[in-house]
């Protein structure tokens, strides 16, 4: 016989899983999904430009969550300001929103692709001197949210070095030589001390060449140009350098002087002469010289017991042969050869050594 209190046991059983399912499927108010935030601008760099610093900045393509960023608004960009030098400013920065930049089509920055670029030129005021910029980034999209900021990056704005004194050239055969002086005043207050020096070679007038001659500042106050090509007019400036590494911070031009390298360098006198009487005349023959700018060679005939010789090939040759055919039988002869290149001056060697024959 059954117990009477199993019936309602196998109620509450089959009962409590209902109540369970029920209190499971219980829902409070909808909670709207966190919007996506842009990603932080991952490169951002700062650099003095002139008297102002340039900041640039290149635009994301994610947001934080890794979908694609296909709203974004703007830029916010801040800026800290404290003393400049090595010492860390006390406590945190405290950064002020320095402009907005539009992400597409900005009328306060300039965009290459997806690379921005803002002028901070410190207003009327102007950027001051000895001050340390610092800056930051964050993108915003059209939502109004904004990504974490960038890192942060700083510039210490100094005044441009006072420019080298006194530039001389001296050209060479290939080469030119300048020497300068090293600045003769400190420069205006809040300017950097130089720490070398930059040479250009000058483009259209008033304008320097794009990149330094130099790889990187020198420290002496001379420099030898070996990349010139003999025969051309070259002009040259020299800068003062400041920084630590670069950009470097350049002063304006030096006075600006003008070269021109030119070939006063003659070959080699010619070696092995030999002369050789024959049926038609005194064949000479020498070895070949081995300058490439060679022209060719002069043979010159001295009739012994006078002392000076006479040209006998009015051109160069381009050989090493010659028949002096206007040789006299029974009188003796020395003779010489020379070397001359295709410079516009013509360098002509020395002369070879000497050798006699006489025609039968």
């Known amino acids: 016989m059954m117990p009477r209190h199993r019936p309602s046991l196998l109620v509450a059983w089959l009962i409590l899983p209902g109540m369970l399912l029920a209190a499971c499927g219980r829902k409070g108010p909808p909670v709207p999904p966190r919007p996506a935030a842009p990603a932080a601008v991952s490169t951002i760099r700062a650099e003095t430009a002139d008297r102002a610093i340039l900041v640039t900045w290149v635009r994301p393509t994610r947001n934080e969550d890794r979908s694609p960023l296909t709203d974004l608004s703007e830029f916010r960009l801040f800026r800290a300001v404290s003393p400049a030098g090595p010492r860390a400013p006390a406590g945190p920065l405290a950064f002020s929103l320095l402009a907005a930049v539009r992400a597409d089509q900005p009328d306060n920055a300039t965009v290459q692709g997806d690379l921005f670029?803002?002028?901070?030129?410190?207003?009327s005021a102007g950027l001051l001197p000895g001050t340390r910029y610092t800056y930051r980034l964050q993108a915003v999209n059209r939502k109004g949210t904004a990504g974490p900021p960038s890192v942060e990056v700083s510039v210490d704005f100094l005044l441009a070095p006072p420019p080298p004194t006194g530039l001389t050239a001296m050209a060479g055969d290939g080469l030119v030589d300048l020497a300068w002086q090293a600045p003769?005043?400190?420069?205006?207050?809040?300017s950097a001390p130089p720490r070398g020096y930059n040479v250009y070679r000058v483009g259209p007038p008033g304008r320097s060449g794009g990149e330094p001659l130099n790889g990187s500042p020198i420290t002496e106050t001379r420099f030898r140009d070996g990349g010139v090509v003999n025969d051309a007019t070259y002009t040259y400036v020299v800068r003062s350098v400041a920084g630590d590494r670069p950009p470097w911070r350049e002063s304006q031009d030096s006075n600006a002087v003008l070269a021109t390298p030119t070939d006063f360098?003659?070959?080699?006198?010619?070696?092995?002469?030999?002369?050789?009487?024959g049926p038609g005349g005194i064949a000479l023959s020498w070895e070949p010289n081995a300058e490439p700018d060679l022209s060719g060679y002069i043979?010159?005939?001295r009739e012994p017991p006078a002392l000076t010789s006479i040209r006998l090939s009015e051109t160069p040759i381009p050989t090493t042969t010659y028949l002096d055919r206007a040789a006299q039988p029974g009188r003796g002869y020395a003779y010489t050869v020379t070397a001359?290149?295709?410079?516009?001056?013509r360098n002509e060697s020395a002369a070879s050594a000497e050798v006699s024959a006489t025609l039968p």
């Open 117 to 123: 670029a803002f002028r901070d030129g410190g207003g």
């Open 299 to 301: 043979v010159y005939r």
């Open 184 to 190: 003769a005043l400190p420069g205006s207050p809040g």
């Open 265 to 277: 360098t003659p070959p080699g006198p010619p070696r092995g002469l030999v002369a050789v009487p």
């Open 340 to 345: 001359v290149d295709r410079s516009p001056h």
